[in-house]
T-cell receptor, first 114, second 113 residues
Framework: DGGITQSPKYLFRKEGQNVTLSCEQNLNHDAMYWYRQDPGQGLRLIYYSQIVNDFQKGDIAEGYSVSREKKESFPLTVTSAQKNPTAFYLC?????????????FGQGTRLTVV | SQQGEEDPQALSIQEGENATMNCSYKTSINNLQWYRQNSGRGLVHLILIRSNEREKHSGRLRVTLDTSKKSSSLLITASRAADTASYFCATRAGIQGAQKLVFGQGTRLTINP
């Protein structure tokens, strides 16, 4: 099946640890995005990538890092510098860098600091 | 920064009634999109309207766009219990090759049977 897969679905992190959230797509999409969603809130853009080996900061990039070494993969690392990482994280991809197309979302990863 | 702001934040109606949600945005856009999110899940694309379009239909959905007022509305006709979800507008802006997809805060829609 074609689609975008996030893993794991649930993730628990101890204070001071880095954790990496996986996002893989087999849709051959150029653009990929990471969003953070807090309870009852909208989506805030963390990072986005328009093409392999290139990415840009979104509105809340501090405490996060990404890489885009392969077209199909856009992992997000939540570092210990992110002071309030408990949230729902959503990855998305879209076919075109020019933006005239819809985005496809994964099912999300719920991260909890314990 | 949030580009789109939805209104109302929450809406509760009876099954069969129409639901209208509004979205306002701040900067010039290439297109505006509406998405739906069931609780705890990813978002699903509903409809896209380009900046040179004024109205678009898809099944029970009707979207309007007023670029002079920087606003859009989503109308769901003959609502069903299964329409209960959060609805978000999203805008694309920026020069080619550097376009972000920015979402609003969402409207939580509850359809009462």
């Amino acid at each position: 099946d074609g689609g975008i897969t996030q893993s794991p679905k649930y993730l628990f992190r101890k204070e001071g640890q880095n954790v990496t959230l996986s996002c893989e797509q087999n849709l051959n999409h150029d653009a990929m995005y990471w969003y953070r969603q807090d309870p009852g809130q909208g989506l805030r853009l963390i990072y986005y990538s328009q093409i392999v080996n290139d990415f840009q900061k979104g509105d809340i990039a501090e405490g996060y890092s990404v890489s885009r070494e392969k077209k199909e993969s856009f992992p997000l690392t939540v570092t210990s510098a992110q002071k309030n990482p408990t949230a729902f994280y959503l990855c998305a991809s879209s076919p075109s860098r020019t933006g005239s197309t819809e985005a496809f979302f994964g099912q999300g990863t719920r991260l909890t600091v314990v | 920064s949030q580009q789109g702001e939805e209104d109302p934040q929450a809406l509760s109606i009876q099954e069969g009634e129409n639901a209208t949600m509004n979205c306002s945005y701040k900067t010039s856009i290439n297109n505006l999109q509406w998405y739906r999110q069931n609780s705890g899940r990813g978002l699903v694309h509903l409809i896209l309207i380009r900046s040179n379009e004024r109205e678009k239909h898809s099944g029970r959905l009707r979207v309007t766009l007023d670029t002079s007022k920087k606003s859009s509305s989503l109308l769901i006709t003959a609502s069903r219990a299964a329409d209960t979800a959060s609805y978000f507008c999203a805008t694309r802006a920026g020069i080619q090759g550097a376009q972000k997809l920015v979402f609003g805060q969402g409207t939580r829609l509850t359809i009462n049977p």
